[in-house]
């Protein structure tokens, strides 16, 4: 673990270099541990793919002072049960008007349209951070068969519960938003609603399976 200054008044944890499993499960249980401290000198906690960041308020601790006392905490992390994965099913309309890049995903990875679906929907995904926008779900790792490069030039408008990929990675629009994946689908799925906590539908950790509607 490598503790960096993140600006005034934050702390970055990096747990590793590369995007996997074994660093996201690094950070998943951090970010749980932290939690479960309640400790009225973090604001906030934003885990990522590789990195857990500490929001915390400078007139109740500084960054020497809170790192020292959550390494000193460190020695019941082993100890400390996080909440298991929960398992989603999300049904997606692929293709046509739910999927304007479907044709170019298909040319440019050489595979049919329904190759395409088999594919993409034949993978159980993991939730590796939710970012971006409130509720939107970085997830992998997608089928190398399928991957393909953002867009040149994000749009404009993305459709709220499109369902895009880019590179090795999936994902959902909570909302409608300007966006550069590919977009192949679209669920009717809500992400995100404010009205009724935890707010997000998906976390950290989830399993997302997506099954053709």
């Known amino acids: 673990m490598d503790w960096t200054r993140y600006g005034e008044e934050g702390i970055r944890i990096v747990f590793g270099s590369t ?6 499960e690094k950070v998943r249980q951090y970010y749980f541990f932290l939690r479960s401290l309640h400790l009225k000198e973090i604001i906030d906690i934003i885990p990522s ?5 500490i929001c915390f308020d400078s007139r109740l601790t500084s960054f020497s002072a809170l790192v020292s006392l959550l390494k000193e905490k460190e020695r019941d992390l082993s100890q400390m049960e996080i909440p298991a994965p929960a398992t989603h099913t999300i049904p997606v309309m692929y293709g046509g008007q739910y999927g304007p890049d479907m044709e170019f995903v ?8 329904d190759e395409v679906v088999e594919i993409h929907s034949g993978i159980v995904y993991t939730v590796f951070a939710v970012g971006f926008m409130p509720g939107f779900p970085y997830m992998g790792t997608l089928d190398k068969r399928l991957f393909v490069p953002r867009l040149e030039t994000p749009r404009l408008k993305v459709n709220e519960g499109s369902v895009g990929v880019a590179q090795f990675q999936t994902g959902i629009y909570s909302f409608e938003s300007p966006g550069g994946w590919r977009i192949i689908g679209k669920t009717d799925v809500k992400l995100f609603d404010h009205t009724a906590p935890p707010y997000s539908l998906l ?6 399976r997506f099954v053709p509607a």
């Open 19 to 24: 995007i996997n499993t074994d660093v996201h």
């Open 49 to 53: 793919f590789t990195t857990c960041i």
């Open 106 to 113: 298909c040319s440019y990875a050489g595979l049919s349209a």
């Open 203 to 208: 976390k950290i950790g989830d399993h997302v």
